[in-house]
């Protein structure tokens, strides 16, 4: 019912938005202006890959655009998690009851760029979505910019998807992959082909991630695995006031409240299906050390994996736990490349390590690491959250990681390169959809590299793109 709610409430707002724009109220942008943009996300979670992703997006499109002739603003669940990112961008809090920031926010700019990476889909939280929908929804109605940008679609309930189809069709969405734009198209949605964003991203020098695994125990010689683990079965996330209520007063659903109205999935058959996963990658693992020589740490991308990593890292005798509380992005990321292998259930786990060449397995709950995986050629080494044979595949994917690691590393630094020009083309099609929108806005001139659709990158990406160009 609480969903029902945030839905009509928004689509309200939505329709407010347009009848309001037709009668003369609001401003467009007039050239002279700055271009103010909003970057509609789910940051300041400390969820790495959310958060590695907006940054680079915040960082492309400065330098297509013109640092000196926008103004950008990102929104943030806690501003005290995100104050040390996003350099040069205004932050704006989202608080969990969302509709009316977004009626209120959204209208102060001149465009809307979402950029959560699951964007359209119901498979994490209903809210999200809608949110996603009515930040693009109100800018669509006003006839001003509203991109999504690297996103995914997938399955969406009923209402969403109608939202979607009803209040998206004058965005522009750039997709992360072919799967996601026949979704959108299906639904009318405007679409062109992408990538994610964090391809590019730099983080702390390689000495800082090794300095950290010698601090936690690793003698610079042995083999490093790494383990990113999630709970795979705590979603989708709904809201209940009912829940919220109970919660209040006698203290229920303790353990699957996320925040204020907001609970995961929980009972019996979630919590059954969640010990298998997290014990078939701890006996994986423990097998696996067994038989060759490697030092183990688990590593929690976003907060609610601490869950997870520790119950894996008793199993396993208490090896290393790293979060994302304890690290900010431009170091965890830099302990993850200082890695040697990867066992992965975070889509950006993987991508951001890929960069520096770690050899990888996934573990997924849903098409990312799927779709990606089929990209690498790694189908070999894609398991399933709830595959009854997950242990024995997790350790054959291992054992293949250590013996086939330099053909896997090829293989990635293939598709990192691809990936990076899919990734300058979305430059593009963003250029020219500002362009469309604001025929006044001067963009760069003359001819450009596809390079120059890039933020600036590191002397490695430098590297890998001319050794694999």
């Known amino acids: 019912m609480m969903d029902f709610i945030l839905e009509a409430w928004v689509s309200s707002s939505i329709e407010r938005a347009k009848a309001g724009w037709m009668l003369g109220a609001g401003k467009r942008w007039k050239p002279g202006d700055k271009l103010k943009l909003l970057f509609a996300g789910y940051n300041g979670t400390r969820n790495m890959g959310s958060d590695v992703r907006v940054e680079e997006m915040l960082r492309q499109i400065r330098h297509i655009l013109g640092a000196e002739r926008v103004q950008l603003s990102v929104m943030s669940q806690n501003l005290d998690f995100s104050r040390e990112y996003f350099e040069g961008t205004r932050q704006v809090h989202l608080p969990d009851i969302f509709p009316p920031f977004l009626a209120n ?58 939202m979607c189809e009803r209040y998206c069709r004058n965005s522009f969405v750039i997709t992360r992959n072919e799967e996601s734009r026949t979704v959108l198209r299906e639904l009318g949605v405007p679409t062109e082909l992408g990538t994610d964003t964090a391809w590019t991203f730099e983080p702390r020098p390689p000495e800082y991630g090794q300095s950290v695994l010698r601090k936690v125990g690793w003698d610079g010689k042995t083999p490093v695995l790494v383990v990113c683990p999630i709970n795979p079965f705590e ?87 790293l979060t994302s509380d304890e690290y900010n992005m431009y170091e965890l990321v830099s302990v993850l490349r200082s890695c040697h292998m990867m066992a992965s259930s975070r889509y950006h786990g993987i991508v951001t390590s890929m960069p520096g060449l770690v050899p990888s397995a996934g573990i997924t709950m849903d098409e990312r690491i799927r779709n990606l995986m089929r990209e690498r050629g790694h189908q070999d080494l894609l398991m399933t959250v709830d595959d009854p044979e997950l242990e024995g595949k997790l350790l054959a994917a291992l ?32 250029e020219e959809e500002v362009q469309r929108r604001y025929l006044e806005f001067e963009t760069r001139r003359g001819e450009w590299s596809w390079e120059d659709y890039l933020p600036p990158m590191s002397r490695g990406l430098h590297d890998l793109v001319a050794g694999y160009n």
């Open 399 to 430: 054992e293949k990681l250590s013996r086939e690691g330099e053909a896997i590393a090829d293989g990635i630094a293939r598709t990192v390169v691809r990936n990076l020009k899919v990734m300058a083309r979305m430059g593009v099609y963003f």
């Open 235 to 321: 979603w989708p996330v709904k809201a209940s006031v009912a829940k919220y209520a109970a919660r209040s007063l006698t203290g229920a659903y303790k353990d699957s409240h996320y925040r204020t109205v907001y609970f995961h999935n929980s009972g019996p058959a979630a919590e059954q299906a969640y010990h298998k996963y997290w014990n078939a990658i701890a006996n994986a693992v423990d097998a696996f050390r067994k038989k060759k020589n490697v030092f183990v740490i688990l590593v929690a991308t976003e907060r609610l994996d601490k869950r997870p990593a520790n119950r894996i890292s008793e199993r396993l005798g208490g090896v290393p736990v």
């Open 105 to 162: 926010e959204v209208p102060q700019h001149d465009g809307v760029v979402a950029c959560e990476g699951s964007m359209f889909k119901s498979k994490f939280a209903n809210a999200l979505t809608t949110m996603m929908i009515g930040s693009l929804g109100i800018a669509a109605a006003q006839n001003k910019l509203s991109v999504g940008y690297g996103a995914e679609a997938g399955q969406m309930d009923p209402l969403v998807a109608k």
